[in-house]
């Protein structure tokens, strides 16, 4: 029987490492990026240019971006080229010609990529769609730097499972999580009480309700703090992403509902708190700067350099905090029942935030609409019955094309109905 030190998390999700658990770091790592022209590939890329020869890039991935994708792939001389859009391939091939970079075309080789052998792998595809092509890294027993909430929130029993018994290691890059994963390592899992992962409140922290409704797309694409692709800044804004974190942090370190807190602190300088038994409360601070805990988890087990801005706090001056307001921000409170109801619910409320975002993008709804479509789905799903525990990919991936398709036939009521 392993000390309490060696199951930090649990047998189940001992997939997070634990902190004595620290294989030696070898160079040069080879490493995969998943989603490599996104905003989190950006900050990956860019840790490791910085990096020079520690790193050999193995595999990069894109959904449509032949050009971008081939403009990395060139730069850092990769084993593996792979577009999702299959009738992207003939273009991509002719980017990459006189390299002898190999390349491939659709969902197919997007999973090649993450199952060649790599070191590390980071995955950052955005979606439901990363789900497959990080199982197949987990599969492989892989070290996962994973950015992609979706996949916890899709399928997080599932997922954690297999990469205990696949023996993956899941370093969390959400800077949330990150930072949780920093502090825990302060004591041990019997004396956790409760985790706090603050949330900056977005643009509209200060709004009122009815003026959150009538958000339009470039007041919602406002951060006031982070710098992030289009779907995750929309999702701060209504709080949904924070509904997400939230699932993905019972997941990830196997916590009840009632042991995460969220915090509104809007200078996003304290990005996660642990509480333990004697009421220790451990943070992560950090410059809002995702390569911050992106090279967290690339020099795992060690520190790298980060190219993050110094924390100057005394420049800062003050830290603030307030609670959040679930009335205003219905999103979260959404996020909280799904989990606690479970079998499949937070795959509804994650595919149903996502037609629901794909339609406000297309000002097809309101801003508002966004939780309202996300209630109706879950509420019309529940009733109909259709909770069940998700045992495979294919479970998951099947449970999300069905709420998207409810979502999608709930979307004209609910774009009509006023708030
Ligand atoms: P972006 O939209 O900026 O990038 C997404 C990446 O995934 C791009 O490379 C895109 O390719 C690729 N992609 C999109 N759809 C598919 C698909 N169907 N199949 C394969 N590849 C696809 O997203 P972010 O970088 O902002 O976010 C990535 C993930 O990280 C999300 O899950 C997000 O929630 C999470 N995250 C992001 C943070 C951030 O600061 N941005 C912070 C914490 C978590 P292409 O460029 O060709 O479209
Ligand atoms: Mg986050």
Known sequence: MASPEVLWFGDTMSAVPLKNDKPAARHPRSV????????????????????GERYRVEALTAHSNVQGLAKLAREFNAGFAAIADPQRYDELKDALAGTGIACGAGESAIIEAAARPADWLMAAVSGAAGLKPALAAVDRGATIALANKECLVCAGDMFMQRAVQAGARILPADSEHNALFQALSSGNRDELTRVIITASGGPFRTWSA???????????????NWSMG??????SASMMNKGLEVIEAAYLFALEPDQIDVLVHPQSIVHGLVEFSDRSVVAQLGAPDMRTPIAHCLGWPDRIAGP????????????????????RFPGLRLAFEALRTGRGATTVFNAANEVAVAAFIAQKIRFGAIARLVEATLEKWVRAGNLAPLTSADEAIAVDHKARNLAAALLPEIALKAS
């Open 308 to 327: 993050a801005a110094p924390l100057d706090l005394a420049k800062i001056g003050q830290l603030t905090f307030e609670a959040p307001d679930f009335a």
């Open 32 to 51: 995969t990026v998943l989603g490599a022209t996104g905003s989190i590939g950006d900050s990956t890329m860019d840790l490791l240019r910085s990096g």
């Open 210 to 224: 009815a003026d959150i409704e009538q958000a339009t797309l470039a007041q919602a694409l406002k951060h006031p």
């Open 230 to 235: 289009q779907k995750i800044t929309i999702d």
